[in-house]
């Protein structure tokens, strides 16, 4: 299995992922079925974790203002359903010519309630979406900062994630170590409406990776006009903050305090961000 695993890892760099590790089955243990991957295949073992970065550039135009368009379809849909989507597919390929079988999954929110009825009496009623943020955890890629937007430690929150499982056993990535989100609360200082509480926290456990985040008011940001925009996929989906205030806020201070290895020759934020 070491081979297969060198193998993925030699095409996820040829395909130009970003991130890329592996869970075994034993870290979903007790997770509940509607967010569990292997609800979808039951069979499998591995689960692999592929992100590609959302491009600091993307979210340029927000940040000044005036552009949201060129992250909607870089930073957002066309990361996840063009870019993503092919290099994921692409993995399968891989995986099912060496014989083990790879099931792809797109990162729909879990949120969004059963479609259907069950097909027989003790399976989940369709469709089953797995929890992308805990996968990305439980596969040593990433923590769920204050923000309880997902880190990693190259990019912090800037990347998107599709999913592979696969019935090969595939040695684990270990879980990340160390925080990169140092707590600083300049994510909950810069929202203006106060939906992240700097008082009222959640201790998060993954995998029994314990963290912090901070309570969140998820009306405020589906109601948020400094970048913030609504799920696009399902109404009961979480908002997509990436380009919000409180997380370019964020982005500046990680990159400030070297926090990622993604760092650039010049700052993000260069003057009052621009608040409503
Ligand atoms: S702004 Fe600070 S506290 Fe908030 S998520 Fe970023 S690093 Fe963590
Ligand atoms: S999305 Fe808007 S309302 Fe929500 S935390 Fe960020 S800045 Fe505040």
């Given at each position: 299995?070491?081979?297969l695993?060198?193998?993925?890892?030699?095409?996820?760099k040829?395909?130009?992922m970003?991130?890329?590790?592996?869970?075994?089955?034993e870290?979903?243990?007790?997770?509940?079925?509607?967010?569990?991957?292997?609800?979808?295949?039951?069979?499998?073992?591995?689960?692999?974790?592929?992100?590609?970065?959302?491009?600091?550039?993307s979210?340029?135009?927000?940040?000044e203002g005036?552009?949201?368009?060129?992250?909607a379809?870089f930073g957002?849909?066309?990361l996840?359903?063009?870019f993503?989507?092919?290099?994921?597919?692409d993995?399968?390929?891989?995986?099912?010519?060496?014989?083990?079988?790879?099931?792809p999954?797109?990162p729909?929110?879990?949120?969004?309630p059963?479609?259907?009825v069950a097909?027989?009496?003790?399976?989940?009623a369709?469709n089953?979406?797995?929890?992308?943020?805990?996968?990305?955890?439980?596969?040593?890629v990433a923590?769920?900062?204050y923000?309880?937007?997902?880190?990693?430690?190259e990019?912090?929150?800037?990347?998107?994630?599709?999913?592979?499982?696969?019935?090969a056993?595939l040695?684990?990535?270990?879980?990340?170590?160390?925080?990169?989100?140092?707590?600083?609360?300049?994510c909950?200082?810069?929202?203006?409406?106060?939906?992240?509480?700097?008082?009222e926290?959640?201790?998060?456990?993954i995998?029994?990776?314990?963290?912090?985040?901070?309570?969140?008011?998820?009306?405020?940001?589906?109601?948020?006009?400094?970048?913030?925009?609504?799920?696009?996929?399902h109404a009961?989906?979480?908002?997509?903050?990436?380009?919000?205030?409180c997380?370019?806020?964020?982005?500046?201070?990680?990159?400030?305090?070297?926090?990622?290895?993604?760092?650039f020759?010049?700052?993000?934020?260069t003057?009052?961000?621009w608040?409503?």
């Amino acid at each position: 299995m070491k081979a297969l695993k060198q193998k993925i890892e030699v095409f996820a760099k040829e395909a130009g992922m970003d991130v890329l590790g592996f869970a075994p089955k034993e870290r979903f243990e007790g997770l509940e079925a509607r967010r569990n991957p292997f609800t979808v295949f039951p069979e499998g073992e591995t689960v692999i974790m592929l992100g590609k970065r959302v491009c600091r550039g993307s979210l340029r135009g927000v940040e000044e203002g005036s552009n949201f368009g060129d992250y909607a379809c870089f930073g957002r849909n066309w990361l996840e359903d063009e870019f993503l989507a092919l290099a994921c597919y692409d993995l399968t390929r891989v995986l099912e010519d060496e014989g083990w079988e790879a099931c792809p999954l797109f990162p729909n929110p879990t949120e969004a309630p059963a479609m259907g009825v069950a097909v027989t009496p003790g399976k989940e009623a369709p469709n089953v979406y797995p929890d992308f943020t805990y996968a990305a955890v439980a596969a040593g890629v990433a923590e769920v900062a204050y923000s309880g937007m997902v880190f990693s430690k190259e990019f912090g929150p800037r990347q998107r994630f599709h999913m592979v499982i696969t019935d090969a056993k595939l040695p684990a990535t270990p879980l990340l170590e160390q925080s990169v989100c140092d707590r600083c609360m300049q994510c909950a200082d810069s929202c203006p409406y106060g939906a992240i509480s700097k008082t009222e926290q959640n201790q998060v456990n993954i995998a029994g990776k314990v963290m912090t985040v901070g309570k969140l008011d998820e009306g405020k940001c589906r109601a948020c006009k400094n970048g913030a925009l609504p799920n696009r996929l399902h109404a009961k989906g979480q908002p997509d903050r990436m380009a919000a205030l409180c997380n370019r806020t964020c982005i500046c201070h990680l990159e400030e305090e070297r926090l990622i290895g993604n760092v650039f020759e010049n700052p993000f934020r260069t003057s009052e961000p621009w608040v409503r």
